[in-house]
């Protein structure tokens, strides 16, 4: 293949990344693109207030900063490495399992080794440039009060950004000789979420062992790990030092970065081809199932639906990574939970609002997949039963799931602080049910597998959805702490819920 | 003869829906019980929107629709106990195994459980998918989905089946098998009615045929009615269906 058709290849590999994102910002409206480039860049404008609040104070740390402020700023750029890794991951399995391309690319005359090169190298481009427009702001911040000399963080986030991509690659393409091509879908779906949350959550574990608190920082800049941190000549620091403008390390991190996906792309290039053949193939044959014991389930209509809908939700690799994320978020409070078995803490006051906000979270994804995310909208439309019992057995099962993810968690907290767990369920239900609520007033007809759209649907339904669970997770626990100010919240949120039902293109 | 019974599977009376334009314009249809009818017409002529108006998928904006004597627009619920519909595009559940695909469809339908698994396994193995009865559907083709849909619309024993572009997909045994299931129907007392595009299976298939233009009924009546009008008694229907497109162009 020429040069020319290889560039023209990339471009196009590049314009279906951008045409992708588009239309996942767009909700696949057409026209839409000067006003998502608008509201991204009004959006990114304002992401400089929180970065302000965030690293504002860090802008005048100089190159030879203490062993605590290079823990934190290094365990900062592992987390921020972390969730390029998580989205990186996410986006070579799209390219093995989901591209409508791939047919075209297999049958044409176009040596595979290169093709497969273009496209990694279009993945480490485009999860670098996503690294590169977050992190802008923050940058910035540091830039305009610090000084010019940050702007080599970009340089930083770039090499951060090709790191993961090629590991992402090699990750994946392991995963595929390891376990093979059905397996590495859903291994590979699911360890991106993880990932992406667990080193977090991981840090707020630690934090909780260690002093009681759900605050991440509270570890790093505790005695106990600048005791166990390397010595400040150490090679763990170039990032940081690279960073704070040490041209020497900046370069090694970009050249390593680049010589490392270099190197994956000559590896695993070659049999790129084979593996998409592999992965397109992988659904054709369908293993058996496990057989069933017994018949056909007798139950009522509704109860058809609902044995349905479990049986999809648990058979949806989305579904169970993002339950999985969720289950996450919950294990730091479930830790304080256990802690405070043994010793009294008020902390244990915080792990309301984490669990009123899951839940509500839950719930909205939950309710997305049963209520519009219907593969046979046909069959269920033209079945023998009122709209609204299909709609009532649909939020039964979201309400079903959620209590069975909360129980655990309410049951135990009712051994600790009865009150609390009677509030905290109820702030449960009452989020979930304003969650589903939400989902049902901006239902869109879709496929189970638009998932990853259903945050760009409607963003006000988003936005509401978001901002309702936080409301009532707010409102459960000052109603615990300080009452007078739970009646405010409660009414914000009330408010929040009776101005999204007005603006819904569904008022039921 | 199915002709002589009393009661229409099917009665349509001034069906209207309009988009832009009107898709089906005051339609007037009726088929007989026991009857197998096959509603044929150009690309856009309202064929789908006519039976997805008459599956209760699609509110009309005009007329009423009657499925064996009981009012479909009043009553719903009733018209779609009897009643089954299957598209052109199968909608099935990927992670479903087709065996819990007719479980799932006769739990909605009310069926009971015991007959329905006898029916579903009978209707797995006429079908041909006897074998796949336990995997799931992702991996199926497009003929073996629109098999598992077809099996659906049949498990709950309808008394009207509607069917859009049934054999889409399909290859020639399927076809056949599909085609052999549907007559087997009919005999039974079922009414069909079916959009096609294959012409030839309107002609050796339906005992009625009616061509839909710009939403409105412009032929019905048998193969030998519909040549009768044509003036020629050895025409194919292609030749049929086309002098009937052209002359609705050329009265346009």
Redesign the interface.
């Known amino acids: 293949m020429s040069t020319v058709s290889l560039a023209g290849f990339a471009r196009h590999d590049i314009r279906l990344a951008w045409r992708e994102f588009l239309t996942m910002m767009s909700a696949g409206r057409r026209g839409r693109a000067r006003n998502v480039l608008l509201a991204l860049l009004v959006f990114a404008a304002l992401l400089h207030l929180p970065a302000y609040g965030m690293v504002g104070r860090f802008a005048d740390v100089s190159w030879d900063a203490d062993l605590t402020t290079l823990i934190v700023i290094t365990v900062t750029l592992a987390m921020a490495w972390l969730l390029m890794l998580s989205q990186a991951i996410e986006s070579v399995t799209r390219v093995f399992y989901a591209r409508a391309d791939l047919d075209l690319i297999m049958s044409s005359p176009m040596p595979l080794g290169q093709v497969f090169s273009v496209r990694m190298a279009a993945i480490a481009l485009t999860v670098t440039a996503m690294a590169l427009l977050f992190s802008a702001p923050v940058i910035d911040v540091l830039a305009i009060c610090g000084g010019a000399r940050w702007l080599v963080a970009f340089g930083v986030v770039a090499a951060i950004g090709i790191s993961a991509a090629a590991v992402a690659i090699g990750f994946t393409v392991a995963l595929f000789q390891l376990i093979g091509p059905r397996r590495t879908r859903l291994v590979a779906q699911i360890l991106a979420v993880i990932i992406g949350a667990g080193f977090v959550i991981g840090l707020q574990i630690a934090a909780i062992l260690s002093t009681g608190t759900m605050s991440r920082f509270a570890l790093l800049t505790s005695s106990a790990a600048a005791s166990f941190a390397p010595d400040p000549a150490s090679i763990t620091w170039w990032p940081v030092r690279a960073i704070l403008g040490d041209a020497m390390a900046l370069s090694a991190l970009l050249g390593g970065s680049m010589l490392l996906l270099g190197l994956v792309m000559a590896t695993v290039s070659s049999g790129m081809g084979d593996l998409v053949v592999s992965a397109s193939t992988a ?7 496990r ?1 069933r014991r017994g ?7 509704q ?3 609902r ?2 809908e479990f ?2 939700l648990r ?2 690799p989305w579904l169970v990574s993002q339950s999985l994320m969720q289950l996450l978020y919950l294990l730091p409070p479930a830790l304080m939970l256990w802690r405070s078995f043994s010793e009294s803490s008020t902390a244990i006051v915080l792990i309301t609002p984490v669990i009123v906000m899951a839940a509500g979270q839950l719930a909205g994804g939950l309710a997305w997949l049963t209520i519009s995310g219907e ?12 709209e609204t019992a299909v709609t009532r057995a649909r939020i039964e099962v979201v309400l079903m799931v959620i209590g069975a993810v909360i129980a655990p968690l309410l049951v135990a907290l009712a051994f600790v602080a009865p009150l609390q767990a009677v509030v905290t369920a109820l702030g449960c239900a009452i989020s979930a049910v304003s969650a589903t609520a939400i989902q049902l007033w901006f239902r869109v007809q879709a496929r189970r597998s638009q998932f990853r759209r259903r945050q760009t649907s409607s963003r006000f339904a988003t936005f509401a959805e978001a901002f309702s669970s936080i409301g009532w997770a707010a409102t459960t626990v000052l109603a615990l702490t300080i009452p007078v100010l739970a009646a405010i919240t409660e009414v914000l949120t009330v408010g929040l819920l009776a101005a999204t039902w007005k603006f819904s293109p569904r008022r039921v | 003869m199915a002709s002589e019974r009393p009661i229409s599977a099917l009665e349509v009376r001034g069906l209207t829906k309009r988009y832009d334009r009107p898709a089906v314009d005051a339609l007037d249809l009726t088929i007989r019980v026991g009857e197998f009818y096959a509603l044929l017409g150009p690309n856009g002529a309202g064929k789908t929107t006519t039976l997805r108006m008459v ?3 699609l509110k009309p904006d005009a007329g009423s629709v009657s499925v064996m004597g009981i009012d479909a627009l009043a009553d719903p ?2 018209a ?2 009897i ?3 299957v ?1 052109d595009e199968p ?7 087709p065996l ?1 695909y007719l ?8 069926c009971d ?2 007959t ?2 006898a029916a ?1 396994r009978d209707l797995l193995d006429s079908l041909g998918l006897a074998d ?1 009865a ?7 083709s497009k003929g073996m989905r629109q098999k598992v849909a077809l099996a ?1 619309a049949l498990v709950h024993e309808p008394r009207l089946i509607i069917l859009d572009e049934p054999l889409t997909g399909l290859d020639a045994v399927s076809a056949r098998h599909v085609k052999a299931i549907l007559q087997a129907r009919v005999r039974a007392g079922c009414t069909v009615i079916m959009t096609t595009h294959i012409l030839e299976v309107a002609e050796r298939m339906a005992d009625r045929i009616g061509v839909i233009i710009s939403g409105r009924l412009v032929a019905e009546g048998t193969l030998a009615e519909l040549r009768a009008r044509n003036g020629a008694g050895d025409s194919s229907l292609e030749d049929v269906f086309v002098a009937l497109v052209d002359s609705e162009a050329v009265a346009a």
Do not use: N
């Not at chain 1, 018949?295 to 209509?301: K, M, T, V």
């Not at chain 1, 593969?375 to 009122?386: G, H, N, S, Y």
């Not at chain 2, 909608?91 to 195994?97: A, C, E, R, S, V």
């Not at chain 2, 479980?103 to 009310?110: C, N, R, S, Y």
């Open positions: 659904g054709v044959a369908s293993t058996a199932r057989r018949g056909f389930r007798r139950g009522s209509r109860q058809a639906l044995v349905k049986i999809l058979r949806d593969d046979a909208p046909d069959l269920v439309a033209t079945a023998p039963l009122p | 599956a209760g998928l619920v009733a779609k106990q009643t089954a519909w598209s909608m099935i559940y990927d992670k479903l195994t819990e479980e799932f469809v006769a739990g909605l339908w009310g459980a015991s329905a698994e579903a796949h336990h995997q799931r559907c992702e991996g199926f659906g």
